[in-house]
């Protein structure tokens, strides 16, 4: 069983559409939980962190943790076109970062 | 601060031939991570080091495979005798001495290897 499980998509949503990217893990001694966004071509960049369960809000986006059902979520509020790129969760154990396969988005104007 | 730099970002070897990918991390960093990135698998760990050690290497292949990061200078991949296989992207990851059980890694823009 893979650590972090990610549904590749593609989804394609309209401007302004509110957006959901999920993710299941397999290991409930995770304890962080990451969202990377990456554009083609170019390297993963951090969008946002939790520690344990609960959310964490910046700004358009929003990310969740559930750790009873080892569910990762992150919304995307009023999805503009600049955020079409591949979003990847991620976990960790320190020495080690386990990533999803990453979700293609395309937001069309 | 310049971010994590590495080269080169493209790279064409004929099978059999030696990889080196180079990796810079960013100013202050004393961690190294390498992945490698295939279109349909994603990010898989390969090695994780911090200067003149290697802390995790559970990822990275038995054979052909190398990582080192040196006191001084880039931390380095190599890739002994290339097989197809091994086209993917390479990235590294850089991210600050921590003493919490999360170090926030930062990427660098990879390296495209292409064996023919």
């Known amino acids: 069983q893979k650590e972090v499980e990610q549904d590749p998509g593609p989804l394609s949503v309209p401007e302004g559409a509110i957006v959901s990217l999920n993710c299941t893990y397999s290991?409930?001694?995770?304890?962080?939980f990451m969202w990377y966004r990456q554009y083609s071509r170019k390297g993963p960049e951090l969008l946002m962190y939790t520690y344990s369960s609960g959310n964490k809000e910046d700004g358009r986006f929003t990310a969740q943790v559930d750790k009873s059902s080892k569910y990762i979520s992150l919304f995307i509020r009023d999805s503009q076109p600049s955020d079409s790129a591949t979003y990847l969760c991620a976990t960790t154990t320190g020495n080690q970062f386990y990533f999803g396969t990453g979700t293609s988005l395309t937001v069309i104007p | 601060n310049a971010g994590v730099m590495q080269n080169p970002r493209h790279l064409v070897r004929r099978r059999g031939q030696e990889a080196r990918l180079r990796c810079s991390p960013m100013?202050?960093?004393?961690?190294v991570y390498w992945y490698r990135q295939l279109p349909e698998e994603g990010l898989k760990f390969m090695v994780y080091?911090?200067?003149?050690?290697?802390?995790?290497e559970s990822g990275m292949p038995k054979e052909r495979f190398s990582a080192e990061f040196p006191k001084e200078g880039p931390s380095i991949l190599r890739i002994q005798q290339v097989v197809r296989g091994d086209s993917a992207a390479y990235f590294c990851?850089?991210?600050?001495?921590?003493?919490?059980?999360?170090?926030?890694?930062?990427f660098g823009p990879g390296t495209r290897l292409t064996v023919l």
């Open positions: 080091l911090q200067k003149e050690n290697i802390i995790d």
């Open positions: 990851a850089s991210s600050p001495p921590s003493g919490s059980s999360y170090n926030e890694q930062f």
């Open positions: 100013k202050g960093h004393s961690h």
């Open positions: 290991n409930s001694a995770f304890q962080y």
